[in-house]
């Protein structure tokens, strides 16, 4: 358990408006990630950060940015929210010298 | 294209039975491969990890078994109780990919342990 807290927990939003997802964690681990799970697609990693204001793309970055501006925060936003990003968002973070990542409990986003 | 793989979307086994879950994958560069387990609504919880110097790894009930030249590993859970019913993610990474380093996640098999 690294201490992360994810919010909002539940959101539903209109197309086309933008959505920012936090993450905040309280172990000071190096390395961030979003990821997103849908059926059929497992989880699959949108944005990840290698520390503050360092961040790269995932496999399914279309869309979303990210802002890492302190250790402990992760935003991930949706400029211009779509149906296709309804899904769940699981951030997720990792010591330096570990190879095991860690997981919060999800933000479930709803686009209508 | 999918670099790891969970072909069996589900399963379900007697409580007190071995479960049995498969996993593939096709990047000869991962090196290091991990279970998670998740129940609805929490997020993933890790389970074991094994090295791709080991072939083997124990950790109570919970047996991984890695098969390199196959490109394959397989997670035992023995005995299988109900509380072990939930989504099992098979995940890979590359520690030679210093400084990059992420995980590849399979589409997950749901376990389902019959009473």
């Known amino acids: 358990d690294a201490g992360i807290t994810q919010s909002p927990r539940h959101k539903v939003t209109e197309t086309g408006t933008p959505v920012t997802l936090r993450c905040h964690q309280t172990?000071?681990?190096?390395?961030m990630y979003w990821y997103r799970q849908d059926p059929g697609h497992g989880l699959r990693l949108i944005h990840y950060?290698?520390?503050?204001?360092?961040?790269d793309k995932g496999e399914v970055s279309d869309g979303y940015s990210v802002s890492r501006s302190k250790t402990e925060d992760f935003l991930l936003t949706l400029e211009s929210a779509t149906s296709s990003q309804t899904s769940v968002y699981f951030c997720?973070?990792?010591?330096?010298?570990?190879?095991?990542?860690?997981f919060g409990e999800g933000s479930w986003l709803t686009v209508v | 294209d999918q670099q790891v793989k969970q072909n069996s979307p589900s399963l379900s086994v007697q409580e007190g039975r071995i479960s049995i879950l498969n996993c593939d994958y096709t990047?000869?560069?991962?090196?290091?491969f991990l279970w998670y387990k998740k129940y609805p609504a929490e997020g993933p919880t890790f389970l074991i990890s094994?090295?791709?110097?080991?072939d083997k790894n124990e950790d109570g009930r919970f047996t991984v078994f890695l098969n390199k030249s196959a490109k394959h590993l397989s997670l035992h859970i023995v005995p299988s109780q109900p509380g072990d019913s939930a989504v099992y993610f098979c995940?890979?990474?590359?520690?030679?990919?210093?400084?990059?380093?992420?995980?590849?996640f399979g589409t997950g098999t749901r376990l389902t342990i019959i009473p």
């Open positions: 997720a973070t990792r010591h330096l010298s570990g190879n095991t990542i860690y």
């Open positions: 172990e000071n681990h190096r390395y």
């Open positions: 950060s290698y520390g503050v204001k360092d961040t």
């Open positions: 990047n000869s560069m991962f090196d290091y």
């Open positions: 094994i090295s791709s110097i080991k």
């Open positions: 995940a890979a990474g590359s520690v030679s990919n210093f400084g990059n380093e992420k995980l590849t």
